[in-house]
Nanobody, 124 residues
Framework: QLVESGGGLVQSGGSLRLSCAAS????????MAWFCQRPGKDREFVAA????????YYRNSVKGRFTISRDSAKKMVYLQMNSLRPEDTAVYYC???????????????????WGQGTQVTVSS
C-alpha cells in the first residue's frame, strides 16, 4: 500500500515536498516513481528512483527543480519540488514495481502499485 501526502497550494516559485509511505516487506526490492495527472490528460512520468537509490531519472521539464529520494529504513519516498510553476499543477501519484529499463520505468502502465494521489496547485 502506498499513501501520498504533502500536496497543497503554493505560489509560483515556491516549494513543496511530497512524501509517499509504503507498507509491506517488498519495499526495498521496488523501484519507485512519481507521476502526475492533469484533468483530461494521461498520467505523466515525473521522476523515478531505483530500488538501490543509486539511480534516478527525471522528466526533462523538472530536471534541476525536482529531486526524488528514498529512505529504505522508513519505507518512504520523497519528491522535493522547488521553483514550482503553474504548469506543475496536477494530482501527483506515487507508484512502485520492480526495477526495469529506463523506458519501462517511465511508463505508467508498467506499475502495479499506486497511491491515491495528492493535489499540487501552483498559483501564478
Amino acid at each position: 500500500q502506498l499513501v501520498e501526502s504533502g500536496g497543497g497550494l503554493v505560489q509560483s516559485g515556491g516549494s513543496l515536498r511530497l512524501s509517499c509511505a509504503a507498507s509491506g516487506d517488498d519495499f526495498n526490492k521496488y523501484a519507485m516513481a512519481w507521476f502526475c495527472q492533469r484533468p483530461g490528460k494521461d498520467r505523466e512520468f515525473v521522476a523515478a528512483i531505483s530500488w538501490s537509490g543509486l539511480n534516478t531519472y527525471y522528466r526533462n521539464s523538472v530536471k534541476g527543480r525536482f529531486t526524488i529520494s528514498r529512505d529504505s529504513a522508513k519505507k518512504m519516498v520523497y519528491l522535493q519540488m522547488n521553483s514550482l510553476r503553474p504548469e506543475d499543477t496536477a494530482v501527483y501519484y506515487c507508484a512502485a514495481d520492480g526495477d526495469a529499463p529506463l523506458a519501462t520505468m517511465t511508463s505508467a502502465p508498467y506499475y502495479e502499485h499506486w497511491g491515491q494521489g495528492t493535489q499540487v496547485t501552483v498559483s501564478s
